[in-house]
């Protein structure tokens, strides 16, 4: 299994960005992809999770919700995120994530910092300009 984030760049506070990760190697569509993010000085964690082959939607930070949104292209193999309103503090690095689960794991006794997944690409900067 192969994840690749892309889509990251320098944005002005109040701006948009749309990263891709693009996926390889799932033999069956029973996965979900997760987007994670780590900021400077600080420990990864989980931002949303999608379910590939119901589509159904995970949010696992408050902060993002109403202005970033999940989608999938399943033809193209390709999960999305869109981020809308884009603050200083959003400045970080973007992974996407992704793992053989039916639905999106969800509950506290997962670790914010991977929710169990084990096939991680290499992330992508999105700096976030005051």
């Known amino acids: 299994v192969q994840l690749q984030a892309s889509g990251g760049g320098l944005v002005q506070a109040g701006g948009s960005v749309r990263l891709s990760c693009k996926t390889s190697?799932?033999?069956?569509?029973?996965?979900?992809i997760g987007w994670f993010r780590q900021g400077p000085g600080k420990e990864r964690e989980g931002l949303v999770c999608i379910s590939v082959y119901t589509g159904l939607i995970e949010y696992y930070e408050d902060s993002v919700k109403g202005r970033f949104t999940i989608s999938r292209d399943n033809a193209k193999n390709t999960v999305y995120l869109q981020m809308d309103g884009l603050k200083p503090e959003d400045t970080a690095v973007y992974y996407c994530a992704g793992d053989y689960f039916s639905h999106c794991p969800h509950g506290g006794a997962w670790p914010k910092s991977t929710y169990g997944m084990d096939y991680w690409g290499k992330g992508t900067l999105v700096t976030v300009s005051s």
């Open positions: 190697g799932f033999t069956v569509e029973y996965h979900v």
